[in-house]
């Protein structure tokens, strides 16, 4: 037997160990069916479904979580905010939501959010109105510069470009919140108007934008004109405003206009400086640990609010590790206190034999990427920095949901589920629950060639600060 083989070995009979010992605390939920979980949800939701923000998981999940677990007052804490769902679903049910988002993609569709829920006038419907009608930008000569990054240079067809320009350009003589809602209608199409495809790791790029080579193909379909693309949008942002009399219902089923805070920035900085025991609940999902780059994903999105080369950069590292590209942090000079979370990880047999198997396999060049195990080790131990503040930041008795995924690297299958919750406990938490999706997902095509199909679990963690 190959020393691969023995060490995978090793990490399935760790696992089932794991398993055996969470057995009583992991149950199907029926209930929890992907399209709930997932952003598909939000098709059909007014305002949740105006930007496709993949990543998110839908309005409905929250509802159904804060009933189920009675959460109805307080302040809710999101350190992952992405698009702010879990901060407006909660907010519109009375509560004070707080949310940490670092991509500015995700803190503009917040602050956007914010706009329409305290400041929504008539005056504002009429000049979106007028732009849907009027479409001032075609008698604009003038062209707002917009920046293109290495991995979007090229991704619209030149037509398309010089109508995002006098479409900014014509924006800058509308006041604040007029011009913040054009804005985000734009950010809303870009990928539809453009060669490119968000797929999971990076942007796939359609045959017509000439970058293709080698015989995959790709046709992404029809590429929208800009004037079809943005009135499109515009006629739903404004027929959403209009189906409802009070800005207030336009949040999920609201009972008072929802109270949102948001603190722009990385989670692993900001956390320290909020309060011990602060917050009543906490709802989020965290990055997974399969290899998204959202810095690539939503290049174009970040390109048009001005984000740079240098600027991407950095961003990319400040990202929970969870792609190939990020840089190991020294996280005991970063925070000393998380002393104990780091030692939890240490401690966590499973999760050091996968770190093990992963680094063996590395050596011997048989990864297809060198960076997973440098990603997979900055993962867990930067979650379990996190699980240390969030545990900090609540107040007893205080539930955390999380929803995140199982991932499998080189054969190895890697319990995110159980290793997390197992951290937790060495940090506080009593784990109450692990529920699981009854749908499970399988690993990647190349791992399937390879290794053979394996369900992978995705789950929602109920923890709650004893």
Known sequence: MSIASIKLNDIRKYERDAELRWATRTQVDSSLRRSLVSFQANKGKAVYRWF??????????????????????????????????????????????????????????????????????????????????????????????????????????????????????????????????????LLCILESISYTRKDGQYLRWDYRAGRQQGRNVFNKGEILPFE??????????????????????????????????????????????????????LITSPPYCNRYDYTRTYALELALLGVGEEELMKLRQEMLSCTV???????????????????????????????????SQKERNLLNNSGIPRMVRGYFYEMACVIFELYRVLKRGAPLIMVNDNVRYAGASISVDMILSEIAEQLGFMVEQILVLPSTKGNSSQQMGTHGREALRKCVYIWRKE
């Open 325 to 359: 590209e990020n840089r190991a942090k020294d996280l005991l000079t970063l925070n000393p206190k998380w002393k104990q979370a780091v030692l939890a990880a240490d401690q966590n047999v499973l999760l050091q034999n996968i770190l093990d198997y992963l680094d």
């Open 52 to 185: 496709k923000y993949k990543e998110a998981f839908s309005a409905d999940l929250i509802e159904y979580l804060l009933k189920r677990h009675r959460i109805t007052t307080g302040i809710m804490l999101d350190p992952f905010a992405g698009s702010g769902t879990a901060l407006f679903v909660a907010g519109g049910f009375g509560m004070k939501a707080e949310g940490i988002e670092l991509l500015p993609i995700g803190q503009t569709i917040i602050e956007t959010r914010q706009i329409i829920e305290r400041n929504l006038d008539d005056r504002t419907i009429e000049r979106l109105v007028f732009w849907r009608e009027q479409r001032p930008w075609r008698q604009n000569m003038l062209e707002k510069h917009i920046i293109e990054l290495r991995i979007t240079r090229g991704a619209y067809p030149l037509e398309t470009l010089s109508a995002i320009g006098r479409f900014l350009k014509a924006s800058e003589q509308e006041e604040k919140r007029v011009r913040a809602i054009l804005l985000f209608a």
């Open 228 to 281: 079809k693309a943005i009135t499109d949008k515009l006629h739903e942002i404004i027929n959403d405003l209009l189906a409802v009399k009070l800005p207030k219902d336009l949040f999920a089923t609201t009972r008072s206009m929802a109270d949102v805070r948001l603190y722009g920035g990385n989670c692993m900085e900001v956390l320290p400086h909020l309060s011990n025991e602060s917050y009543d609940c």
